[in-house]
């Protein structure tokens, strides 16, 4: 799966909502097992509104939620802030003025960070889909280190990259 910038957004639109609907951590307080007593006869009969909890987020969204928090970490504070803002809906001009930039900038950064999370996500991709074997020492192409290898007509990828990517897929 190749990831464009509207997957990425949507993603993290959806773990901005997911995170608006985890339980709230604090100290639940001192509570009865039981029942409200009845005080009048309309309290008795549902005479008032109902209160209705929503659902807690499902597991997978969860662990969507984990992915995109991990993402974080490829992209520097600003660009962290105008995303996270922009996917709990926040309008541009709070954005611009926590950011003292603006809007043109802002709205600069926000693509910059959806760009640098799909370019490293398909680099992920496209890395998950290379075979264990097909890195060896034969043939070296030159880099700033001279550390790209592949062989067996492989795509040649930076040793790090390949390291990188074969190291989650044996962890996880």
């Known amino acids: 799966m190749m990831w464009t910038a509207t997957m990425v957004e949507e993603r993290l639109r959806e773990a901005a909502a997911t995170l608006r609907h985890l339980p709230a951590d604090r100290p ?9 007593p009845v005080r009048s006869a309309q309290e008795a009969y549902g005479w008032h509104e109902t209160r209705v909890r929503p659902a807690p987020p499902s597991p997978g969204a969860v662990d969507r939620l984990d992915e995109v928090l991990g993402w974080m970490g490829w992209l520097d504070e600003d660009q962290i802030r105008v995303l996270w803002a922009r996917a709990n809906g926040v309008p541009w001009r709070p954005i611009c003025r926590r950011l003292g930039c603006g809007r ?59 390291t990188r990517v074969t190291s989650r897929r044996l962890s996880g």
């Open 28 to 36: 639940r307080g001192f509570r009865s097992a039981m029942p409200a």
């Open 104 to 162: 043109t900038k802002a709205w600069q950064t926000w693509v910059a960070a959806l760009v640098v999370l799909k370019v490293r996500l398909n680099e992920i991709a496209i890395g998950a889909n290379l075979p264990l074997n097909s890195v060896n020492k034969t043939s070296t192409h030159g880099n700033h280190d001279g550390a790209m290898r592949a062989g067996n007509g492989a795509t040649a990828r930076p040793i790090a990259d390949v």
